[in-house]
């Protein structure tokens, strides 16, 4: 891995795509937050205002006088930052889901007994489901044009034991889990803390040991955290061929690919690498 990063490493991505391998078809991949190598953003220094200096008679400019009343009108007035309005326990109609409602639909989607959830695994190993999203449930044909319709919402879970993407539909009013389904060889995009763990995997992997060497290349000190890099992740689903056997049942496993950024610095080319999330196994895609 080292041979290839060197090439890269260093290089602002700007724009660019890079091709991902071990697909059937190449897919391109545009890296996020390749304006600058600094993270800051593009673009122009102060603007001016706009128009034209005022004319008096004749097409000529203004007096003194007029141009700095013309300027203290045309003035942008200091910014003023508000508050963001209270947020209410519940919403109305379509609208989306409040903290409290995110934190309830959350709870009774957990509680009621359910054996399949309080078996299920997360993504660390630990008990319980690995929670990917909560969004406001599409309403039934028949609450369409009920202005008090029910509000509910969409939990969405993965089990690692299992390899099932759980998805309970909660009754905010009732406190009821109203529908459960489960799905396999689904797979959502991965969370914050799913694109972590991967980068841990990685690190404590023998594999990892190319990346640790190029992030001392780049900055002149050692990999030892996650905090370090500033991690972008996908799903990947493996292709007959096109990988390592360990990783060859990616799609029906959760599987990550990373593209690591130094915190402040350059990408690092990790493309060749692929996370098992479900066996905790790190593979390579194939030349």
């Known amino acids: ?129 690995e929670r990917l999203g909560t969004d406001l449930a599409e309403p039934d044909a028949a609450d369409l044009d009920k202005p008090n319709a029910p509000r509910r919402a969409d939990v969405t ?12 539909t909660v009754d905010l009013d009732t406190g009821k889990v109203v529908k459960t389904g489960t799905q396999r060889g689904v797979q959502p995009p991965l969370t914050h803390a799913e694109t972590l763990e991967a980068a841990e995997l990685l690190l404590a992997d023998p594999l990892g040991a190319g990346l640790k060497a190029d992030y001392k290349d780049a900055t002149g000190k050692a990999l030892t955290s996650t905090d370090q890099l500033k991690l972008t992740s996908m799903v990947y689903r493996a292709v007959p061929g096109a990988q390592d056997a360990v990783v060859d049942k990616c799609g029906e496993h959760r599987c990550a690919r990373l593209f690591p950024k130094v915190v402040n610095g350059p990408w690092i080319d990790a493309r060749a690498f692929v996370i098992d999330l479900s066996t905790r196994e790190v593979g390579t895609l194939t030349p």
């Open 157 to 168: 879970y993965y089990d690692y034991r299992t390899d099932t993407v759980v998805t309970r």
């Open 1 to 129: 891995m080292r041979e290839i990063v060197r090439r890269h490493l260093g290089k602002v991505v700007a724009g660019a795509g890079i091709a991902v391998a071990g697909t059937a078809a190449m897919v391109a991949v545009t890296l996020p937050g390749t304006a600058g190598a600094d993270d800051t953003p593009s673009g122009g220094g102060e603007r001016t205002a706009a128009g034209q200096p005022p004319t008096g008679a004749g097409g000529q400019e203004g007096t003194a006088g007029q141009q700095g009343a013309a300027g203290q009108q045309g003035a942008v007035a200091p910014g003023v930052v508000q508050e963001a309005p209270a947020q209410g326990e519940r919403g109305t109609g379509r609208d989306p889901l409040t903290d409290d409602e995110l934190s309830r639909a959350e709870q009774i989607a957990l509680g009621g007994g359910q054996q399949s959830l309080r078996s299920a695994e997360g993504v660390d190993g630990e008990r319980g489901p």
